[in-house]
Each structure stands twice: as structure tokens, then as C-alpha cells.
T-cell receptor, first 113, second 111 residues
Framework: GAGVSQTPSNKVTEKGKYVELRCDPI?????LYWYRQSLGQGPEFLIY????????DSGLPNDRFFAVRPEGSVSTLKIQRTERGDSAVYLC???????????FGPGTRLTVL | KQEVTQIPAALSVPEGENLVLNCSFT??????LQWFRQDPGKGLTSLLL?????REQTSGRLNASLDKSSGRSTLYIAASQPGDSATYLC??????????FGTGTRLTVIP
């Protein structure tokens, strides 16, 4: 079946703008994760959903970042008042349930000018 | 906080050579450990998952071992090929249910 998909693949925006990044997990996967990867670094955890609820949002850097998963499938990561330091690749992953193997999407490369 | 370290940061080997990539983690209370491959500008491809109760997993030319008590894992690649060139990342999952990643080992296999 289809893997995890993310849109857009690339997003260029100006400082101060609002952006939304979308993730479509593998069908049937209840757990969904967002990570952020800066150049030369490993991915860093942002937020984890089990079903519709955010089970752990401790990785969100500040209140400009917010994520939703209203129907327990697609998730949207929202960033308000973007800053240049937000530039990174945003990765989404899903797994069948908690502590199972995570499968990653191709990522969205966000560039804030 | 869990910290994951990968050594070496970069490695170049001639084609056909066997090689070992190392991963260490500071908190041994993990549920599992996962090895990934990342090609430039791409997402992560899962290679192997080792449950905390297991000591190793094999897939084709890849073998991953886990020594939970000492906080170490190795990824062994047999008979390396140029197509194996990529960055290899290890990650552990703890009770917090998210993956903690190392910074990766960038592997180059020279034809």
C-alpha cells in the first residue's frame, strides 16, 4: 500500500508568515509523529498523536507551533509568525500503534527568507 | 534526557568491504532501537527494528545487534556496494514513545 506522504515537498515563505504542512499517514496507523531535521543533524521530536489527541507535545519549540489531527488520520503542522530559524526539513512518521516500527514520509523542506 | 551518539561521523570504504557502524545511548530503559538509512534530500527508510528483548536482527546483508545493558548497538554491512552510500541513523524509543536520533554516520562506498 501507499507509504506516508507529505505536502508540499518544498515551501518557501517570508519571515512572519503562516504556514501549514500536511501529513497523510499509512492507512490504519493510529500513531503519528512530527520531527524536525536541521542540516547535518538527526531528526528531533516535535509532537506525537495517538488517534485524534496529542499524546505528547513536549518537543514543540514554542507556542508558534501547533498541530492537529481532527479525524485521526491526516495531520497538519501549523507554524505562525515564521522565523528564519524555523527553516528545516519537517518529517512525519506513522506506526501501527505505540512503540512499533515508525515509517517516515519524504519530508517538507521549509525555507524562511 | 536520552542522548544517542554515532561513531564515526563519516566513513569511506572500498567496494566489497565489510563494515560496522556504532551507536550508543545513555539511558538503557528503551523499548526498541531502529536503524534508518537516509539518502541526500530524502526521507528516512527503516532498515531494521530490534525490540528491547532481542539481541539482533538480520535483513539481507545487514545485521544489527543490541546490547541494552551497555547502551550499544552496531549495524554490520556485509560486502558493501556503492548503492549502500548514504547516511545511517540509529534511534531509540523510550517510554515517552518518540524516537531519539543520533546525528548519523555518512557512509561512502568507493567503486
Amino acid at each position: 500500500g501507499a507509504g506516508v506522504s507529505q505536502t508540499p515537498s518544498n515551501k518557501v515563505t517570508e519571515k512572519g508568515k503562516y504556514v501549514e504542512l500536511r501529513c497523510d499517514p499509512i492507512s490504519g496507523h493510529t500513531a503519528l509523529y512530527w520531527y524536525r531535521q536541521s542540516l547535518g543533524q538527526g531528526p528531533e521530536f516535535l509532537i506525537y498523536f495517538q488517534g485524534t489527541g496529542a499524546a505528547d507535545d513536549s518537543g514543540l519549540p514554542n507556542d508558534r507551533f501547533f498541530a492537529v489531527r481532527p479525524e485521526g488520520s491526516v495531520s497538519t503542522l501549523k507554524i505562525q509568525r515564521t522565523e528564519r530559524g524555523d527553516s528545516a526539513v519537517y518529517l512525519c512518521a506513522s506506526s501501527f500503534s505505540e512503540v512499533n516500527e515508525q515509517f517516515f514520509g519524504p519530508g517538507t523542506r521549509l525555507t524562511v527568507l | 534526557k536520552q542522548e544517542v551518539t554515532q561513531i564515526p561521523a563519516a566513513l569511506s570504504v572500498p567496494e566489497g568491504e565489510n563494515l560496522v557502524l556504532n551507536c550508543s545511548f545513555t539511558d538503557s530503559a528503551i523499548y526498541n532501537l531502529q536503524w534508518f538509512r537516509q539518502d541526500p534530500g530524502k526521507g528516512l527508510t527503516s532498515l531494521l527494528l530490534i525490540q528491547s528483548s532481542q539481541r539482533e536482527q538480520t535483513s539481507g546483508r545487514l545485521n544489527a545487534s543490541l546490547d541494552k545493558s551497555s547502551g550499544r548497538s552496531t549495524l554490520y554491512i556485509a560486502a558493501s556496494q556503492p548503492g549502500d552510500s548514504a547516511t545511517y541513523l540509529c534511534a531509540v524509543i523510550t517510554g515517552a514513545n518518540n524516537l531519539f536520533f543520533g546525528t548519523g554516520t555518512r557512509l561512502t562506498v568507493i567503486p
